[in-house]
């Protein structure tokens, strides 16, 4: 529903593509895929057919969405999905994944959806965030998303190197971004995208070890968990092998 809504008010709004302007309900974009791969995971075969079809139809959705965070997550699970969890097999469903990603790259006619495409596959090309500062306009080619995202990737590299053991603060980075550089566009007075970046910025070496220490542990008590009930025959290999992904 949040989904439907957030395309609906972007298209009536006259936003045919890049429905990104309404800041939480477009993280339905994220969240529906990996809600249905887990209605795919436990379905029984008479629905799955038509979760496949679903599957298929928010392909489209999510492209013309602009949301890269979301394609990657679908690009991910989809390859999951088609191989049964098998790690090996997935890592060169990815790849082929990325080539068909190359393919829609090079062939789509609209310019916003074909720049969001090539920010995926080079994703160490990022704005001028300088040429921004200094005109007050966007370079040729640079998007808001890619200029902001490499000025938060500067700034945070810069107090990485300043306060690299316990960081910067937790949500410091904001405040330091509206006290130090009030004078910017407001979009690129934004926080960091990366959840490890951000992490690694306000917390530090520290804070990111207990962070990813966190992670490990969920991951190992799961793996227990799904080791228990695949033997005592609640869940099916398969699905063992997909939850932890």
Do not use: C
Not at 188 to 203: A, C, K, M, S, Y
Not at 234 to 244: K, N
């Amino acid at each position: 529903m949040i989904l439907a809504y957030t395309i609906t008010w972007h298209v009536a709004h006259g936003y045919l593509v890049g429905w990104k302007h309404l800041f939480d309900p477009k993280l339905a974009f994220s969240f529906v895929p990996i809600a249905l791969a887990g209605l795919l995971i436990f379905s029984n075969r008479a629905k799955r057919r038509t979760l496949w079809l679903a599957w298929a139809g928010i392909l489209p959705l999510l492209v013309l969405s602009g949301e890269r965070k979301a394609l990657l997550i679908y690009l991910f699970l989809t390859a999951a999905l088609l191989m049964r969890g098998r790690l090996a097999a997935i890592v060169p469903a990815i790849a082929v994944g990325f080539v068909g990603l190359f393919v829609l790259a090079t062939t789509v006619e609209n310019s916003y959806v074909g720049k969001q495409l090539q920010t995926i596959l080079h994703p160490l090309s990022m704005g001028q965030h300088e040429y921004l500062a200094a005109t007050g306009k966007y370079a040729p080619g640079d998007t808001p998303s890619n200029v902001q995202r490499a000025f938060a990737f500067t700034l945070s590299r810069q107090l990485i190197s300043e306060h690299p053991l316990v960081g910067v603060g937790t949500n410091q980075f904001k405040n330091i971004i509206d006290t130090d550089f009030s004078g910017l566009p407001g979009e690129l007075r934004l926080g960091i995208h990366g959840e490890f970046q951000r992490v690694l910025t306000e917390n530090g070496i520290i804070g990111l070890s207990l962070y990813v220490l966190i992670w490990i542990t969920a991951w190992f008590r799961l793996s227990r968990t799904l080791s228990w009930a695949l033997s005592h025959g609640l869940i099916g290999a398969a699905q063992a092998r997909l939850l932890p992904l």
